[in-house]
């Protein structure tokens, strides 16, 4: 039994689910254009730069962050493999058996507030919008890894009392657009980086996540054959 996501429409703002109707009839390089150029919030004036999501549009692999870290704003690209952040990335892929190019990477929001305040409830919805459409065109998407606290929160509601510290490695089952998919929170990398304590549980983690996809797809696969 599938349960919905609360990431959908319904959460959006009248003016919200009008702009994501014009979008979503629009390709994929479309959506980046557009994304590249949004000014839709007041974080227009409070950001460097906008990171644009980045990886294989068909992928089953979708990894959601935050929002960009400093260096990838500065760099223009989430989880840099240069950064301090995008190589401890580059090992969660490693314990996964994942390789980078084969998955789909974004963030919760895409920009950076260059003065470190905290998010606006305006500025998450207006983010939420844009994920609304991004992860319609995500047709493939069989697993959706929530990289942190706000990921995992703006995935599955606001208000909510659900902590990355409870949820790190839990399986929960979805429906989006009708179609299962499979949610799977984890500690983002910079608060992994922050607490080098949390490796030993993020990493057994990583591996029983691991070991459950493979089961997993042996198991579609045996069904299918």
């Not at 697993?143 to 409870?166: E, H, K, W």
């Not at 949820?167 to 983002?188: M, N, R």
Request: charged share 30%; with cysteine.
């Amino acid at each position: 039994m599938y349960r919905r996501l609360l990431f959908d429409s319904d959460t959006l703002r009248a003016s919200h689910r009008e702009f994501c109707c014009s979008l979503e009839n629009g390709d994929r390089d479309l959506f980046n254009k557009k994304l590249s150029g949004c000014s839709q919030c007041t974080k227009i004036y409070k950001r460097r730069a906008l990171v644009l999501p980045e990886g294989d549009w068909d992928s089953k692999y979708v990894f959601m962050g935050i929002y960009p870290g400093e260096e990838d704003e500065m760099l223009g690209r989430p989880f840099h493999p240069s950064s301090q952040t995008g190589r401890l990335f580059e090992t969660y892929l490693k314990e996964l058996d994942i390789e980078r190019h084969k998955i789909y990477l974004t963030n919760a929001c895409f920009c950076r507030n260059m003065y470190g305040d905290p998010n606006k409830v305006e500025e998450v919805m207006t983010c939420q919008m844009w994920k609304l459409v991004e992860r319609k065109k995500l047709v493939n998407a069989k697993y959706l890894f929530l990289l942190g606290q706000d990921a995992l929160r703006q995935t599955m509601g606001f208000g909510r009392t659900n902590s990355i510290v409870t949820e790190q490695g839990k399986i929960h089952e979805y429906s989006f657009d009708g179609k299962p998919l499979t949610v799977i929170p984890l500690y983002h990398p910079g608060f992994v980086m922050r607490r080098p304590g949390l490796k030993g549980n993020t990493f057994t983690a990583l591996r029983y996540v691991r070991d459950y996809i493979k089961r997993k797809e042996a198991d579609e696969l045996h069904e299918n054959e």
